[in-house]
């Protein structure tokens, strides 16, 4: 059978629900397919909350197992797509697994790994504003401490982890070089 999750021509606010409950699960699958055995942190993983429409715009959170977006305005797409909800549920990921700092971007790092690594591309929140230029990016040259704020210390993570898989991808070919990858870089999260 068939299921459909909208239309083409369903609203933007419509849009964001169904999208959001399908990259919150598929995330879900993934890292529960990646660490079988961690059944207690993936429970609570399983208890995200996503809100969706609310009344702000050119941002999305994390917050205590809760992932928002804003809707869209003149300047920014609404926030409840791919990357983005791969992003936030990465916070998700980091805290049920224990969490790490937030201080030196550990956990912006996390959020943009696995949404990168799920993905399959390197950049986070593509398309995010309405002129067309994205959030970050893993294919950066930033090294520890990378100054600035929180965001800009994950990417020294991201990109790390992005070199990782994209030089086990030139090893030994895209499908084993993703599952190593995912072995290596995802599976420390537990």
Known sequence: GTIQFGSATMGVFDRAQTTVYWFTDDCNMWLRGLLP??????????TMNPRVNLASSCNAYYT???????????????????????????HGADHAFGGLTQTDGLSEGW????????????????????????????????KYPAGGGVHQQGQTWMGFNWDVRMNLIATHGSAAGIIIAEKIVIASIA
């Open 111 to 142: 959020g943009d790994t696995l949404c990168t690594y799920r993905s399959a591309q390197p950049i986070v929140g593509p398309k995010f504003r309405k002129n067309g230029s994205f959030i970050r990016t893993a294919l950066n040259t930033r």
């Open 37 to 46: 055995s961690s059944t207690g942190p993936m429970n609570t993983l399983s």
């Open 64 to 90: 205590n197992f809760t992932i928002n977006f804003y809707h869209e305005s003149s300047t920014c797409n609404m926030t409840a797509y791919e990357t983005v909800v791969q992003h936030e549920w990465g």
